[in-house]
């Protein structure tokens, strides 16, 4: 079997050094549509230095080379084909605001291996902290078509339903035809998200967009419309990659605000709203 998932479970974690500069965040934010309208002084704090405050879902490339979701596969115990391989979610944890320019220290390991029965799913874990502490603590959930089927543990169901009503607030965000040619270059390269001929061999019809920016770009419009644009009230941001996104498409972002918190629900405009990120939940003071 290609995932031994007590290897994996028992491998130790494998820690760096990751540090990244303004250059690098100003890139990001870049990457998941931001800077439209490029004067707007609301945009400016994601695209200006002098003014630049950090969207927490940065915390997902920071370091650009530190443990990732290809890295990830790379780990003791797991060795599968990319082109099986899907993003299948993403928690993050904040445990107080990233600076613009740091240095930190990465630990990442595989926390969890699931039996679905038809697919396997990976969690890594990575925690990060720099001389001050802990910062943040990402979950990756890595979903391995064909790998299941071992009678492992089937863990837990992200589900976690629709919710009530209609959304107090809905926002529509265009995806631009290089969006993920731009996004890859703050460090993921599958060549899922750019080679036509590789997106084929995975099952699609084109290159799509990598689940991670459609993530960022989704926090960013929770920021911008229930938040004040104050990136420091987040506290954490649990998602389920539900369905793809192709560039040129647009999203269609619907918020219901709840006690400390929003529930997110993100769909693709020009595909009927089918949906995109689901049981998405932004945790906030």
Known sequence: MPIDAAKALAAEPRTGEISWAPKDVLLYHLGIGAGRPATDPDELRYTLESRLHVLPSFATVA??????????????????????????????????????????????RIAAVYDKGKAAVLVLRTEVADAEGPLWTNDAQIFVRGEGGWGGERGPSARLGEPAGPPDRTVERAVREDQALLYRLSGDWNPLHADPEFAKVAGFERPILHGLCTYGMALKAVVDTLLGGDVARVRSYATRFAGVVYPGETLRIRMWPQERAARVAVSAVDRDDAPVLADTVVQHT
């Open 63 to 108: 370091g650009a080379g530190s443990p990732g979701v290809i890295s990830g596969l790379s780990m003791p115990g797991v060795e599968v084909d990319l082109a099986r391989v899907l993003h299948g979610g993403q928690a993050l944890h904040v445990h107080r605001p990233i600076p613009a320019t740091g240095t930190a220290t990465a630990t990442s």
